[in-house]
């Protein structure tokens, strides 16, 4: 059995986060793994406390898992401080894992940044280089380029500038595109369009976190990053269909919509 270890917060609604990796691991029959980065008091209608591990507890968990069960994929989600992300990169270094699928989570869906600008740093200059697959939405992606992206032709354009600074595959999510739902990837200098259905299901709470841990799962399995960002959006479309409707605000997706 394949292994994925997901490194990112807790969703005690399990919607997002830790949760949603482990259910979308599973059901991409690899065994999950997780080391928590901060716990979350959030359901689907918000966020509404966090606290964070320290540094050294995240470096203790990480240690423990590469030395007894070492993943074949990692996926990083939530990083809520700058030390955080060192101990993560540190560890990284240390242990060299073959596939790592960064999701640059630094902006929440209303366009709030979620970290602070040193942090942002040592995300951009630290872990991402460290990364196979970076995921960043329309929003983390100018972040990123320095610019707005309002069209297909923008993502290009910030896919070639990110690519100046980062050897890896770029998947820019076109999610908050107005007339499409189409992703980039830049990969090795090469465009790559994967056109996305747009499925008209308003919950959609953990999306980003169940597509990052899809691709790390097809990657474990020994899929080219090609195919593994195709599958994962065969999967999350999938998952949306299902029309799981929980909560009272953006529920979460079905991740086991194939379990019988």
């Known amino acids: 059995m394949k292994k994925v270890l997901t490194i ?14 482990l259910k979308t691991i599973t ?7 997780s080391v928590i980065t901060a716990l979350t008091a959030q359901n689907t209608t918000g966020v509404y406390g966090i606290e964070s591990c320290s540094d ?3 470096k203790n968990q990480m240690d423990c898992v590469f030395k007894d069960i070492f993943p074949d994929a990692v996926k990083i989600g939530m990083v809520a401080s700058s030390e955080i992300i060192e101990s993560i990169s540190q560890k990284l270094k240390e242990y060299k894992p073959k596939n790592v699928v960064v999701d640059p989570v630094m902006v929440a869906t209303s366009g709030s940044k979620l970290l602070n600008d040193d942090a942002i740093d040592k995300l951009l200059n630290e872990l991402i280089p460290l990364s196979t697959v970076i995921t960043p939405n329309l929003f983390e992606a100018e972040i990123l380029c320095g610019f707005k992206i309002k069209t297909e032709d923008d993502m290009v354009r910030a896919a070639r500038k990110i690519g100046e600074n980062y050897e890896g595959h770029i998947l820019i999510k076109g999610g908050h595109l107005e007339d499409n739902a189409n992703d980039l990837l830049f990969s090795r ?17 953990g999306t980003g976190c169940t597509l990052s841990s899809a691709i790390a799962s097809n990657l474990a399995l020994g899929y080219s990053v090609e195919e593994s960002i195709r599958n994962s ?5 999938g998952a949306l269909k299902a029309n799981l409707d929980l909560g009272k605000g953006s529920g979460p997706l079905d991740h086991c919509y194939k379990i019988n």
């Not at 994967?194 to 299901?201: A, K, L, S």
């Open 189 to 205: 200098g090469e465009i790559y369009w994967f056109e996305g259905e747009r499925v008209h299901n308003p919950n959609t709470h």
């Open 56 to 58: 050294e507890f995240i």
């Open 8 to 21: 990112a917060g807790s969703d005690c609604s399990g919607g997002a986060g830790i949760q949603a990796d």
């Open 27 to 33: 059901a991409h029959k690899c065994y999950g793994m």
């Open 233 to 237: 959006k065969e999967y999350i479309t």
